[in-house]
């Protein structure tokens, strides 16, 4: 079924800020509307967060404003070219934006089907922030989304259909660990203790943590913004404690059908990031030990995952948000993880190519491929003492 380009072109009003909806599930059938209606219109602008695949058919350059609160991945080259801006801010932060400054006039996503309406799918991140405003939302239903979101369904005199499709998340694959991943993920393991909450992010090092767990035999709930096929590997090998919780699925089909099967066993794993990312909960029993990775950290312990000098690599995202109420709780640790190298390059330098993503006093623990450094309690110059066995010359 086409998408209906004129029901979409009734909802914009001149000036309007579209928000689209990010994550694996965001509505890629409809960026080419958008992107026809802003080229029309020359007056639109839009507001996005993570997205994880391309962006093909979305010309952000059509728009007179496009913006991003979290540019990695899939809008890195365009954040680069100058055809979005990327705004800084933490991944806690962003419903606030977008019920104030970047408050939109209309919200684009895909929804599953659903019962009694059209629900959310793959993810639910600030989304249901911008539902509960009241603005009108253009739905694009996609039959091949896992319901896997908690929340309800989306309310009908704020629904506008556009069409139907099939197409599901966005499958997003995962690269073997290096051996320096995998010995990360040992050492990862280590610092952990039976029934812990255990945040990590997909990708190399992710996996290399969901293995380490896996020999080590240790009992972890998944607690985590971004959740990928570890925690399935996580569950398949008896280790997953409770219910998982994230606001973003990323992986392969096995991640979407296994997600799908638990949100309709009544047991939804996406949930809003004022669940996900609060503070008080987060730091609260069971400890949580928050895994995050970084481009670079400097000899203080602070912590940039933005990008190098010359190219942007990610977003804030939830790094500080996890890493704070790790540091903040008592049998809860915050941990950098990262390669020592990165291309035959140090991954601690002297200073930052760029801003602060994390400060020094919300690190614990940082791991290499060489070991672990305990940083709680040392004062700066211990610190940097600490930290050089795990960045040898």
Do not use: K
Not at 163 to 172: F, I, K, L, M, R
Not at 175 to 182: C, D, G, Q, T, Y
Request: charge should be negative.
């Amino acid at each position: 079924m086409a998408l209906d380009g004129r029901a979409l072109a009734a909802l914009v009003r001149p000036g309007a800020r579209i928000a689209l909806a990010d994550g694996t599930g965001s509505p890629r059938a409809a960026y080419p509307l958008l992107s026809a209606l802003a080229r029309e219109r020359g007056d639109l602008r839009l507001v996005t967060g993570w997205l994880p695949g391309p962006a093909d058919g979305l010309e952000l350059d059509a728009f007179a404003d496009a913006r991003t609160v979290m540019p990695g991945w899939g809008l890195r080259r365009a954040a680069d070219a100058g055809h979005i801006r990327a705004v800084p801010a933490r991944l806690s932060a962003v419903p606030a934006l977008v019920a104030g400054p970047l408050r939109p006039d209309l919200l684009v996503l895909a929804a599953a089907p659903g019962p009694f309406g059209p629900v959310l799918g793959s993810e639910v991140s600030w989304v249901r922030a911008v539902v509960d405003l009241g603005v009108p939302v253009a739905v694009v239903l996609d039959r091949a989304l896992p319901r896997a979101a908690s929340g309800p369904p989306l309310p009908d005199e704020q629904v506008f259909v556009l069409g139907e499709v099939a197409e599901g998340p966005h499958a997003v694959a995962s690269a073997a660990p290096s051996a320096e991943h995998e010995a990360i993920g040992r050492h990862v393991a280590g610092l952990l203790t039976d029934g812990v909450r255990l945040q990590w992010a997909p990708g190399q090092l992710g996996a290399a943590v969901v293995g380490g767990v896996r020999a080590a035999g240790v009992r972890v709930r998944a607690d985590s913004g971004l959740l990928g096929d570890g925690v399935v590997a996580l569950e398949e090998a008896g280790l997953l404690v409770g219910d998982p919780v994230a606001t973003y699925l990323v992986g392969s089909p096995e991640l979407y059908a296994w997600a799908d099967a638990r949100g309709r066993a009544g047991h939804p794993v996406a949930h809003r990031i004022e669940h996900t990312h609060d503070p008080g909960r987060l730091a609260a029993d069971p400890p949580l030990v928050a895994v995050n990775t970084a481009v670079e950290i400097d000899h203080d312990g602070q912590v940039n995952v933005e990008g190098t000098a010359n190219a942007l690599v990610g977003g804030i995202g939830g790094h500080p948000d996890y890493a704070a109420a790790a540091a903040r709780s008592a049998r809860s640790l915050s941990v950098i993880a990262l390669a020592s190298q990165h291309r035959g390059h140090p991954t601690r330098v002297e200073r930052l190519s760029r801003p602060v993503t994390t400060a020094s006093h919300d690190v614990d623990v940082v791991v290499t491929e060489h070991g672990c450094a305990d940083l709680r309690g040392l004062d700066r110059d211990e610190r940097r003492r600490a930290l050089d066995p795990l960045f040898p010359a």
